[in-house]
């Protein structure tokens, strides 16, 4: 809803933090790992080419195909680069390798995701979900991300002109939703507060524990 039509943005993308258990070398055993599921324009929108192979794209959007990131490769494959074109079992599916993200590339300064599946395969039932995830609009469980072409008021007020028309149009999963405009600075910012309030909260605890 929020990319379709919008004047105020250049390019949209979402992503979701999944667990897998992750393969790979001969002999071991699986071991669980975070990474993204992401709309398949993801590194173009981002402008981040792969290191090795190639990106996403709009081709994949169904496709069991995987990107690894740099850290992830270096310490699984030895930093490899025969493994493009190679499998790696993702949730005991084999999932095809078609590139390596840039070395130090991520949108989270904490949490720093192991690999990148499109999206999509969520609807060809090769991600473990409950109910149908990309169907269903009372889940909230994207992360957005936006290129804007116009000042951020504009693209505020566009967002929330979409927001209003979401709500009259889907009143049962969307009362009460508006859309709040950040960018990347103000989103930092704002996770930074909040992990200092939970560890400030964790410490206080402690302190309550000794006493």
Do not use: C
């Amino acid at each position: 809803g929020f990319a379709r039509g919008a004047q105020t943005l250049s390019g949209v993308v979402a992503q979701s933090q999944i667990l897998l258990a992750v393969g790979g070398r001969v002999g071991e055993v699986p071991e669980v790992r975070m990474g993204l599921a992401v709309t398949p324009n993801y590194f173009d929108v981002l402008g981040v080419p792969a290191e090795i192979g190639r990106a996403l794209n709009s081709g994949d959007s169904r496709e069991p195909v995987v990107v690894l990131a740099d850290a992830f490769w270096r310490d699984h494959f030895s930093g490899n680069a025969g493994v493009i074109g190679g499998t790696i079992p993702l949730g005991g599916v084999p999932f095809t390798i078609i590139g390596v993200s840039p070395r130090g590339f991520g949108l989270d300064r904490f949490l720093h995701e192991d690999f990148y599946v499109p999206m999509g395969i969520y609807a060809a039932g090769l991600l473990p979900s409950t109910g149908h995830p990309l169907t269903d609009r009372g889940r909230r469980y994207l992360s957005v991300y936006a290129r804007r072409a116009a000042p951020l008021a504009a693209v505020q007020s566009e967002m929330s002109a979409v927001a209003a028309g979401l709500v009259r149009e889907y009143p049962d999963t969307n009362r009460d939703q508006k859309a709040r405009v950040l960018t990347e600075f103000a989103a930092r910012l704002e996770a930074e507060g909040s992990l200092q309030t939970v560890a400030w909260t964790l410490l206080a605890l402690a302190a309550l524990s000794l006493l």
